[in-house]
């Protein structure tokens, strides 16, 4: 009799068991966005059940230079802001940046942010993300139209002596319509935005106020 009565209560933990192992437990909160079975589908491991969107925090991936992402690390407070809220900043924390470049040689950076109440941003939105990167304070910043042929050619015109001087100079970042140069031009040279067409180097020019 004692055999028999421990068969039983064996058998009663292993239905146990089997019943526990069919719960399935998010491992984070949030939405569920996309279901993939249904109720009678058999499952082997690794099969997707549900999508799960968690709206607390969203994730913005953005791409970075290669001279921008020497002074980001981790940690780092960003401003987001969108299109659809244009009113509202929000805070954003960069919880990963990339070790490696693309061929554009960009870098991706990810950022992680807080929604804001009344204001969600929901997945899959747009949002531009605003760097506090400190320049090395080397460069000087001039229009992009500067550059004879276009910022590629790093070729630009000074006026020298009341003569057009051709120059070629290292370029930096761009900033909207402005290119930092890193060499090859000091800060009270008088930089040729216009007109460039009609010169070659050594052509006299008179500057227009």
Same mark, same amino acid.
Request: net charge neutral.
């Given at each position: 009799? =004692?055999?028999?009565?421990?068969?039983?209560?064996?058998?009663?933990?292993?239905? @146990? &068991?089997?019943?526990?192992?069919?719960? /399935?437990?998010? +491992?984070?909160?949030?939405?569920?966005?996309?279901?993939?079975?249904? /109720?009678?589908?058999? @499952?082997?491991?690794?099969?997707?059940?549900?999508?799960? !969107? *968690?709206?607390?925090? @969203?994730?913005? /991936?953005?791409?970075?230079?290669?001279? &921008?992402?020497?002074?980001?690390?981790?940690?780092?407070?960003? %401003?987001? $802001?969108?299109?659809?809220? =244009?009113?509202?900043?929000?805070?954003? /924390?960069? $919880?990963?940046?990339?070790?490696?470049? *693309?061929?554009? #040689?960009?870098? =991706?950076?990810?950022?992680?942010?807080?929604?804001?109440?009344?204001?969600?941003?929901?997945?899959?939105?747009?949002? $531009?993300?605003?760097?506090?990167?400190?320049?090395?304070?080397?460069? #000087?910043?001039? +229009?992009?139209?500067?550059?004879?042929?276009?910022?590629?050619?790093?070729?630009?015109?000074?006026?020298?002596?009341?003569?057009?001087? #051709?120059?070629?100079? !290292? %370029?930096?970042?761009?900033?909207? *319509?402005?290119? &930092?140069?890193?060499?090859?031009?000091?800060?009270?040279?008088?930089?040729?935005?216009?007109?460039?067409?009609? @010169?070659?180097?050594? $052509?006299?020019?008179?500057? #227009?106020?």
């Amino acid at each position: 009799m =004692p055999a028999c009565r421990w068969k039983a209560h064996t058998h009663n933990l292993y239905r @146990l &068991e089997n019943v526990n192992n069919a719960i /399935v437990k998010a +491992p984070v909160g949030g939405v569920i966005n996309k279901r993939f079975v249904e /109720v009678g589908t058999y @499952l082997a491991l690794g099969n997707k059940i549900v999508e799960i !969107v *968690d709206g607390s925090a @969203l994730k913005l /991936v953005v791409n970075i230079s290669e001279r &921008e992402v020497v002074n980001m690390k981790t940690g780092d407070r960003v %401003t987001v $802001t969108t299109s659809v809220y =244009p009113e509202i900043s929000y805070e954003g /924390v960069v $919880t990963f940046v990339s070790a490696k470049g *693309d061929a554009s #040689l960009n870098y =991706p950076v990810e950022i992680e942010i807080k929604n804001i109440a009344g204001k969600e941003l929901k997945a899959g939105m747009y949002g $531009t993300a605003h760097f506090d990167i400190k320049n090395s304070g080397n460069g #000087l910043l001039i +229009p992009r139209a500067a550059f004879q042929g276009g910022v590629n050619s790093k070729m630009i015109f000074v006026s020298e002596n009341g003569k057009a001087k #051709l120059k070629r100079v !290292v %370029t930096g970042q761009s900033y909207g *319509d402005m290119v &930092e140069v890193r060499d090859g031009l000091k800060q009270d040279e008088l930089v040729i935005v216009s007109g460039q067409i009609n @010169l070659v180097d050594g $052509t006299a020019i008179t500057i #227009l106020e």
